[in-house]
């Protein structure tokens, strides 16, 4: 999953999802068309850690953010963050 892919998936209700934790898209004919036989509609949250966690990337959860009662302010604003880091 890209940077671009990552910001588009914050604008939908919910992407579609695979068997294989990386199928991620933002509709479900994406997935039809790379031989997907049944992908289904998950929640944004659920779908950026499973396919984080099935990438072998690490996966911090900070919880009291800046909305939330008491909150620590070290949460996203949105609810999620991403550090992408690519290497050649």
Do not use: C
């Amino acid at each position: 999953m890209d940077a671009s892919t990552l910001a588009k998936l914050y604008a939908i209700d919910g992407p579609f999802v695979g068997p294989d934790p990386v199928h991620v898209a933002l509709s479900a004919q994406e997935l039809l068309d790379l031989g997907v036989e049944q992908p289904w509609e998950a929640p944004l949250d659920e779908v950026l850690v499973r396919a984080a966690m099935g990438t072998g990337a690490d996966v911090r959860f900070i919880g009291g953010g800046p909305a939330a009662p008491g909150g620590n302010g070290q949460s996203p604003a949105h609810g999620v963050g991403a550090l992408l880091r690519y290497a050649d």
